[in-house]
């Protein structure tokens, strides 16, 4: 539901803007509104040194965010800062910052120079291992050693520069090449010592370079440079396990007190910003907003021990502002509250009209359990969203998807008893399982007029919502949508007649209010009113692809039996089933989510729904997971 709202006035001498707002950031309910500007009251500008100040804030707060110090909890026992924080706290903040980034730097340099090295360390073993029954163990001043990297791609560079080498020193070389565990190919290229210009060269016309030496085996065979690698890296890693422990320390002793900056200085812009939606005047202020009606007395009360009986809190009177112009905020029982997630995929609802998510609390997973309509698939869809709930945290969207998935669980449980299926036909098979409602496999008009008249029931909803959303300001729509209602209702009972599913005495007076309400429709919305009429009943035929996906499902379910069962292996034969029910239950998970949303989002909001809410962000305390604004 939309919680209530109520426009509010305060009012009260200007020397007591500064404590109000403070008190009213404290009460955190009030969304604030620009308070209008007309005769002696005028918009409260920030002067030229608040504004300089303002400035100096957002880019200490800029520095902050992107030290990532934002929700740090603040040391046990450490003072609160002043509200507003004076001048001494923000440029203790500030020297603090500063010596922070300097240190944040120097400890993220040197971690990259380490790493660099350690790579280069790693990639030059990669190659030294790639080749170690070839490199020379030592040096006779005949033959020059070239270690060369090629990227995988480029791999056909290796057969030209074999031919470009037998041009220009003959056959006297090895050429070889093996892939990295990185993905590069390693070139190991021997050749006569005195060829060693013509073969750099070369080198370097074709772009090919040399794999450079890590510090320290500059010159020397190859193969005895690995264990001066080896103690290398292992004395890098603990430099670097070093610089961990240095940068936790300094987590431990600065982040604490720049993430208490961060809240301060985030609470006093919201508190200067909040300043400018005000109107004065020489001697006293103004401040208008939004507020819920249950949090009207404990603002009052709140203000009243603030700063005392001066300062005025009133109710507008509705008379005086629209409905749109509220800010809405959503407050569902516990049961229904998961479903927002669903709803919040689309705008927010205009103040005033209906919060769609009770009933999609009630349809969706209806609609879910209808086209799923499975035990077995229901069970082990219940187990997924067990899982994914333990998984999650409270509030979370997870948390939330995993109470939905439940929910469609227990209607697929529910339909499966009553549409007597375990894995399809196994039930049947194994367990003697009879439907209690009718079989799925072979009732397909039953299950079909079951589907069309669930349609009928939510579409129809949907204009009885519509008719109460118009009938608050547009009684010409209600008007309207009432006889679209009647003569979608008669209609029905009109062709039930015709076919004697109802007495045929039905048929005359159905027909009779279908043509008096037929007028009335296009006398209320215009001569288009016929075709969008024309739109609703074909809205109601959709909730056929609850039939058709739900037949489907089954369908495959029972292939995938008989498929399991025909293969002469048993192994095979349960592998097969197990993989085909996997895939099932995949599309069966998907297919009512995605068409169970559809029959929402289309066919039942499309009859009620006013979007174009403005959130609602009362004027509060700042937070790391949701500042509020203004």
Do not use: C
Request: glycine share 10%.
């Amino acid at each position: 539901m939309i919680i209530p709202m109520a426009r509010v006035r305060i009012m009260g001498p200007r020397a007591l803007l500064d404590p109000t707002l403070l008190a009213v950031q404290d009460a955190g309910t009030v969304h604030l509104a620009t308070a209008p500007a007309n005769g002696p009251l005028a918009p409260l500008e920030l002067s030229e040194r608040a504004g300089r100040h303002a400035r100096q804030l957002r880019e200490l707060v800029r520095r902050l965010d992107l030290l990532g110090v934002a929700g740090a909890k603040p040391v046990p026992g450490s003072p609160p800062p002043t509200r507003p924080p004076s001048t001494a706290e923000l440029a203790a903040w500030v020297r603090a910052t500063r010596r922070f980034e300097r240190s944040k730097d120097r400890l993220d340099h040197r971690a990259r120079e380490l790493d660099s090295e350690r790579a280069e360390i790693a990639r030059f073993e990669q190659f030294v291992h790639a080749f170690r029954g070839m490199l020379p163990r030592g040096s006779d001043g005949r033959t020059r050693a070239y270690q060369l990297v090629i990227r995988a791609e480029d791999e056909d560079q290796v057969p030209r520069l074999r031919s470009a080498l037998e041009e220009v020193i003959g056959r006297e070389f090895a050429l070889e090449s093996s892939p990295m565990p990185n993905g590069e190919l390693a070139v190991l290229l021997l050749a006569p010592a005195t060829t060693a210009p013509m073969v750099e060269r070369l080198l370097t016309e074709s772009g090919v370079h040399e794999l450079p030496l890590p510090r320290g085996v500059e010159g020397g065979p190859l193969l005895e440079a690995l264990p001066t690698l080896a103690a290398r890296r292992e004395a890098l890693d603990l430099e670097r396990a070093a610089l961990e422990r240095e940068r936790a320390e300094l987590i431990r002793d600065v982040v604490p007190e720049l993430g208490r900056a961060r809240a301060a200085v985030g609470d006093h812009l919201l508190e200067l910003e909040a300043r400018t939606r005000a109107a004065t005047t020489a001697r006293s202020f103004l401040v208008e907003g939004w507020a819920p009606v249950a949090a009207l007395p404990k603002l009052g009360e709140l203000l009243a021990a603030r700063v005392g009986s001066e300062v005025v809190l009133e109710t507008v009177a509705k008379e005086e502002w629209r409905g749109e112009d509220a800010p809405v905020a959503l407050a569902n029982p516990r049961l229904f509250r998961p479903f927002e997630t669903l709803t919040s995929m689309l705008p927010l609802p205009k103040y005033g009209t209906i919060d769609p998510t009770p009933y999609t609390a009630v349809f969706f997973p209806m609609f879910f359990g209808l086209i799923l309509g499975d035990i077995g698939y229901g069970l082990v869809l219940g187990l997924l969203a067990l899982l994914l709930r333990r998984r999650s945290g409270p509030g979370t969207t997870l948390r939330s998807v995993s109470e939905i998935l439940g929910a469609g669980a227990l209607f697929a449980v529910l339909f499966g008893f009553g549409f007597g299926e375990l894995f399809g036909d196994l039930g049947r098979r194994w367990f003697g399982l009879e439907p209690l409602v009718f079989d799925r496999e072979a009732s397909l008009i039953p299950f079909l007029v079951l589907a069309i008249g669930i349609g009928l029931v939510h579409v129809g909803l949907g204009l009885v919502l519509g008719i109460i959303n118009a009938a608050r300001g547009h009684p010409r729509q209600a008007l309207g949508r009432t006889a679209a209602l009647l003569m979608l209702v008669f209609v029905t009972v009109a062709l039930l007649a015709a076919i004697e599913v109802l007495p045929g005495a039905l048929l005359t007076p159905a027909m009779v209010v279908v043509l008096v309400a037929f007028p009335v429709l296009v006398a209320a919305e215009g001569i288009i009113a016929p075709i969008e009429f024309l739109g609703t009943v074909s809205n109601v035929l959709s909730y056929a692809r609850i039939m058709a996906l739900g037949t489907a499902s089954v369908m495959m379910a029972v292939v995938a039996n008989e498929l399991a069962g025909s293969v002469g292996s048993v192994v095979v034969g349960v592998l097969f089933g197990l993989l085909f029910h996997l895939v099932n239950f995949v599309l069966g998970v998907f297919a009512p989510t995605v068409h169970g949303l559809r029959l929402h989002y289309v066919e039942f909001f499309g009859k009620f729904f006013s979007p174009g809410g403005t959130r609602y962000t009362p004027f509060g305390h700042w937070r790391p997971n949701g500042t509020p604004t203004m």
